[in-house]
């Protein structure tokens, strides 16, 4: 059985927790600033946890 490649470009997006959970960046950061409160834009600097459904896809990519 050969072994499983890692996907590339998950590996730069997301990175594993100790606990095993994905963690990666919030969507709606890149433009259209302007009408975003600095408040959503500063809670759009942290790192988010993905939900169960899209751990488990990343997860497949990210062995």
Not at 8 to 34: E, P, Q, Y
Request: glycine share 6%; hydrophobic share 30%.
């Amino acid at each position: 059985m050969p072994k499983i490649k890692t996907h590339r470009g998950a590996a730069k997006r997301f990175k594993k927790t100790a606990n095993g959970k994905i963690k990666g960046s919030h969507a709606f950061k890149s433009h259209i600033l302007g009408k975003k409160s600095p408040k959503r834009k500063r809670n759009l600097r942290k790192a988010s946890v993905l939900s169960k459904p899209d751990t488990h896809r990343i997860m497949r990519l990210i062995p």
